[in-house]
């Protein structure tokens, strides 16, 4: 939830697509759908909270960085940075 801002300020600074809010089920499956991408690198702020968004790109053979809290699930996880992605100033 604290994250979006970050990935808005990343995403205006590298030129990369921002999906901050509500993840969308089927955005990397499902190609009937107008919301279809196929990314080639995903990255998310939360393991625990993006959970969707990695099973999706399990599916899809992309790649999955994260920050990851120490309790954070790394299964569908390729790259795990070691983060406090708690807190609202983290």
């Known amino acids: 939830p604290y994250g979006s801002r970050a ?3 990343f995403s205006q600074y590298t030129g990369a697509l921002a999906m901050a809010g509500r993840w969308m089920p089927g955005t ?3 190609q009937i759908t107008t919301k279809y991408l196929e990314p080639r690198l995903l990255i998310v702020t939360d ?3 993006d959970s969707q968004a990695l ?3 399990s599916y899809a053979n992309i ?5 990851c809290d ?3 699930p790394l299964e569908n996880v390729d790259i795990a940075i070691p983060a406090n992605n708690k807190g ?3």
């Open 28 to 30: 990397l499956t499902n």
């Open 7 to 9: 990935v808005l300020k």
């Open 63 to 67: 790649p999955v960085l994260a920050l």
């Open 70 to 72: 120490t309790d954070s």
């Open 47 to 49: 393991p625990r909270t």
């Open 55 to 57: 099973k999706e790109a």
């Open 88 to 90: 609202k100033e983290s």
